[in-house]
Structure formats: structure tokens, C-alpha cells
């Protein structure tokens, strides 16, 4: 088993167009004042970080509940600050100490932190990504990070390692994973002289009111792993704030092999312009064209572009900039060419993690209603929503707190009549 040792890290923050004063949130101040942190729970908030007037709340949950993977984890108590643990070192930095015990290697934790309002610049280290050993597999840490705003998924954080030249960990996309190579990946050992089992995680300027981070894993890992734990440093960020726009609509429809996108705006104040933004992978964005914005309104206003170059598979945000340079994004919408079909349903990203957005394709205007189920067929929640003749985006409430498996949506007309079925996989 490996030590624990405590998570320091220094955070300097440098940008172009400043959105406000970064703050950080200290496990230590942040959470033992106001309603606090008590040592084993699995929620807590923050208050007013940094005088900031922003809250912060974050919920663990575990998909182990058969038996609780704390109460096999002896190291410290777990989920917990552990701000006696650490006091041998002299720091003065606090992160919260996540260790578990589970019983079966595809277990999995979401440790959420959900902001009051919008943010950005956020940027925070999770320490001890490792293996038991050199040699071990007895468990194998792997993180992947994500965020969304309004309960849309945002732009992936970028990931690196705070120690270049360290083999304890690899990197893909969202994702830090110890090294399962036999020789390399063994306990990292965090202090404040090693921090070779360290990632850095930066969402840059994207706006955000929530971050994941699941904690599960590898594939190679023993069937019954033992306890394993990372650490989560303090977490900075930026309050953003709002740009003076009211986007009240953004769609598109594919037609005669190129894509037409329409947006409407109900209230603009010294908006300069609308960069649209393109993307095969919903990951990768490459700018589209630009469209100059009314610039200050009270009215409605319309705005549409095409996308001669559309392929089978589109997708497109809105980064909505105003006379200062400081800016937002839309929502992610998703356009396919649907050859016959009339009616489409899919979701993405599937497999879903926290969040996930329906796309229905129609060819007549109506009142849709949304029902999902478990794979056994039982009725978990259903809502109405308006579809508009063309390509509809409409974000799933409740992702995050469905238990892992297979779940289908389905679609119905105003008469009960179903438009499509998908079916999607719950991480």
C-alpha cells in the first residue's frame, strides 16, 4: 500500500481578456467554515469562496453500495480534508484525501463540484494517479475529467503532467491513467519534493458551472483491488461573468448537402459578433465563418449561415463575443444527414458520463414527449418538448444520477404515435 502525503501545487493564472480575480478552492478554509466539510461525509459547501460570491458544492457518489468501500480503507477517513494527517509536513495547503476499498475492479466515484454561477480559467492537480507497485496490479488509478454549463457538456480539459518527465502516468484526451507496464507506474509517493503521480487539469477560458471527475480502474486491474485513493487539489477559477445576450433559439437543418443554421437573439448589449464553430467530434473546433452581430437590442433578431462543406456528421456552437473581447458559448447542437428518413433520435456523447443531449430530426412542427426507460423496460421520468421542422437539441435531465447500464429513450407524437428509439450506455 502505498503513503500518503499531501498535495501542493502553485497556480499562476495568465490571460488575455481577465474575466475577474481568481480565486482558489482551499479544501482547508474553504469547507471548515460555513456549513463545512465534516471528515467522511460525501457532500459539503463552500460558501463566498474568496469573497467571489460564488458557492460551491461537491457530491461524491460511489457505485459500490453493496458493501461501503470506506469502511475498508484504513489509511485516513475517507472522503475527508485529512488536515491533521498533513500537518507532519509544514503545509499549508489542503486537499481532499479520496481513498476506498472496492470489491470489484469495474467500480466506480463522480466527485462533483457544482458552482452557484458560471466560471472560468478553472485549473486544479489530482495527485497519487498510480499503481500499487512497479510490478503490481492489484489497482490501477485512472481519472477522467469533465465539465458542463447549464447541463451541457463543455470543451474537455486539457491534461498534463506537473512532472514532464514522469512515467507513472499516461495521458489520453481527458483521461490520466497509472502505467499498467510492469516496472513503471508504482506508487507515486506525493510530497512536496514528488509530484511524479501528478496531472494538472485546465479548462482554460470555457465557462463551466460543474466539473466531474470519475474516479474508476483500469481494465487491467485485479478483479478485487485494494486500497487506492488520489488527492484533489485546491481548485482555482475565475467567476465569469455574463455576456449581455439572450440566445433564445440555435438550429439547423441539413438540405441539399449543405447545412443551414439559424439562430435568434432576444436582447443584445454591445455584442460585436457570432464566431461560428465547427466540429466532426464535438471535441476538435475549428472556426466556420463569422457574423456580425446587431450589436445593442431589445428587440428580436435573426441570424442565419450555411455550411457548404457539411459531411454526414456535424457539429456546431455559437462563440458569442461582445465590444470588449470577453465571450460565451452557445450550447452544442448536432446536424446529420438523414437520407429518407423523416424522423431521427440519437443522443451523444454515448457512452454518457454525466450529461448528454438528444437530437431529433423532424419534418413537421410539434409537441414531443420524451419518455426513458431501464433496459427491463420500466419508466424512469418523460417530458414534453416543442420540436421546430428540422434538427432539435434538447439536453437530458438526470444523467448523472442514473446507475450504470444500458437505458432507451423514446420519442412520441402529440397522439402517442413513437417517432424513434435510441438506446444509450450509462458509464
Partial sequence: MKQVYTLAFLLILSVQHTIAQSVTLDWGP?????????????????????SSGVNATVTITNSQTNADP?????????PGINHNYYSAL???AKSLGFGVD????????????????????????????????TNSATYIDQVTITGSKNNTAVTNPTLSKLV??????????????????????????????????????????TQLDQVTIHYQNNSNA????????????????QPAST?????TSFNGIFKNNAVQLNWTTSLEDNVDKFVVEKSSNS??????????????????????????????????????????????????????????????VRLYPNPVANSATLNITSDNKLTATIKLYNQAGAPLQQLQRPLITGSNNIPVPGIALLQPGVYIITVEDETGKKLGTTQFFKQ
Fill in 30 to 50: 474553504s469547507f471548515r467554515s460555513g456549513n463545512g466539510w465534516k471528515d467522511g461525509n460525501e457532500t459539503g459547501t463552500a460558501n463566498n469562496i474568496g
Fill in 70 to 78: 470506506y469502511d475498508g480503507f484504513t489509511v485516513f477517513t475517507s
Fill in 90 to 92: 509544514n503545509s499549508t
Fill in 102 to 133: 472496492w470489491n470489484r475492479n469495474t467500480r466506480t466515484a463522480d466527485i462533483t463540484i457544482k458552482f452557484s454561477a458560471p466560471v472560468a480559467n478553472v485549473k486544479f492537480n489530482i495527485a497519487d494517479i498510480d499503481k500499487s507497485g
Fill in 164 to 205: 514532464t518527465t514522469s512515467t507513472i502516468f499516461t495521458i489520453a484526451g481527458n483521461t490520466a491513467t497509472a502505467n499498467p507496464t510492469n516496472g513503471v507506474g508504482g506508487s507515486s509517493n506525493s510530497s512536496l519534493t514528488d509530484q511524479s503521480g501528478t496531472v494538472v487539469v485546465n479548462f482554460g477560458t
Fill in 222 to 237: 485485479d478483479n478485487d483491488p485494494t486500497q487506492q485513493f488520489i488527492l484533489i487539489g485546491g481548485v482555482a477559477f
Fill in 243 to 247: 455576456l449581455p445576450l439572450t440566445l
Fill in 283 to 344: 471535441t476538435d473546433w475549428q472556426p466556420l465563418t463569422i457574423v456580425k452581430a446587431t450589436g445593442t437590442s431589445i428587440i428580436s433578431n435573426e441570424y442565419k449561415t450555411t455550411d457548404a462543406t457539411a459531411a454526414a456528421v456535424n457539429y456546431y456552437r455559437l462563440k458569442m463575443v461582445d465590444l470588449d473581447g470577453q465571450y460565451t458559448y452557445s450550447q452544442i447542437i448536432q446536424i446529420r444527414s438523414n437520407g429518407d428518413e423523416k424522423t431521427s
